[in-house]
């Protein structure tokens, strides 16, 4: 099951650049995108959402971009800080009534100092 | 600020014993939903719950798994048997109301199989 893909298993940033991650995903059908971010020995801790009516989302540091017709949304990160040092999951919702996510493979996002 | 909680946070098991994960949503929430993680897999979503009744399940969630909110605050998920394959981080997540999209989850149960 391949629907949601996050194909860079890692990412390294210096500290005070610009993190950007990006995710892919194949049904057209999905009706809301969410990022969370996980520490190790923690959950998944929701980050930041946008709906498939939007294409741009921000909140603070970050920001997520919808590209619908490339079926591609990235989270940017500015500035990065050693803190967002983390794996971050892009993740879908079909449009089904359970509401269920779907979920990319993560990325590991290093900052360094 | 109020959280999901798991329990055990470590749970190690023989083949072929039952388990129960134990898990305490967030006081108001309605929806409960279970996913677990394969070491270097993805996590995967296995049973959706909703008004005590399951709302959606994966392929993976097959008759050796159970899932019950027995009373006001716990939400349980029994693996009758488990089998090997079955040792993964298992994560339960809630979220306020059906139309709601955020799902927030607790720190997992990290399950053993030997």
């Known amino acids: 099951d391949q629907q949601v893909k996050q194909n860079s298993p890692s990412l390294s940033v210096q500290e005070g650049r610009i993190s950007i991650l990006n995710c892919d995903y194949t049904n057209s059908m999905f009706d809301y995108f969410l990022w969370y971010k996980k520490y190790p020995a923690e959950g998944p801790t929701f980050l930041i959402s946008?709906?498939?009516?939007?294409d741009k989302n921000e909140d603070g540091r970050f920001t997520v971009f919808l590209n619908k017709s490339a079926k591609h949304l990235s989270l940017h990160i500015v500035p990065s800080q050693p803190g967002d040092s983390a794996v971050y999951f892009c993740a879908a919702i079909p449009h089904e009534v359970s509401g269920k996510l779907i979920f990319g493979q993560g990325t590991t996002l290093q900052v360094k100092p | 600020e109020p959280e999901v909680t798991q329990t055990p946070s470590h749970q190690v098991t023989q083949m072929g014993q039952e388990v129960i994960l134990r898990c305490v949503p967030i006081?108001?929430?309605?929806?409960f939903y279970w996913y677990r993680q394969i070491l270097g897999q993805k996590v995967e979503f296995l049973v959706s719950?909703?008004?005590?009744?399951?709302?959606?399940k994966s392929e993976i969630f097959d008759d050796q798994f159970s899932v019950e909110r027995p009373d006001g605050s716990n939400f349980t998920l029994k693996i009758r048997s488990t089998k090997l394959e079955d040792s993964a981080m298992y994560f339960c997540?809630?979220?306020?109301?059906?139309?709601?999209?955020?799902?927030?989850f607790g720190a997992g149960t990290r399950l053993s199989v030997l």
């Open positions: 997540a809630s979220k306020r109301v059906p139309a709601e999209n955020i799902q927030y």
């Open positions: 946008i709906s498939s009516i939007k």
């Open positions: 719950f909703y008004n005590n009744e399951i709302s959606e």
């Open positions: 006081s108001n929430h309605l929806y």
